[in-house]
């Protein structure tokens, strides 16, 4: 398993939010979304934004915490990387 996580560090509705990645596909990146219960509708174009309760199952369920500078680091020796369209939010929050 390649799916990556970085530090929940990111404040947005009251909440600490990650990144979670593949290194190897989107798919992998969407199956793992989909074990956590995350909507596709939330996929920013190479990565998933995640509340920090969601980054925690991640991890129990196998997502390996990295630094953000290796996750970026990593997305991009896999090709995955996709350039930024200007500032991003979460396009969903669980209940």
Do not use: K
């Not at 979670?20 to 920013?44: G, K, W």
């Not at 174009?45 to 925690?56: F, I, S, T």
Request: zero cysteines; glycine letters at 6%.
């Amino acid at each position: 398993m390649a799916v990556l996580v970085d530090q929940a560090i990111w404040n947005w509705r009251g909440r600490r939010w990650a990144h979670m990645v593949s290194d190897v596909s989107y798919d992998e990146l969407h199956a793992f979304a989909e074990l956590l219960e995350i909507p596709r509708r939330a996929f920013q174009g190479d990565h998933y934004d995640v509340p920090e309760d969601y980054r925690a199952e991640a991890i129990r369920l196998g997502a390996v915490e990295v630094d953000a500078r290796v996750l970026v680091r990593r997305l991009r020796a896999a090709g995955l990387r996709r350039a930024r369209s200007g500032a991003a939010t979460p396009a969903w929050s669980p209940a």
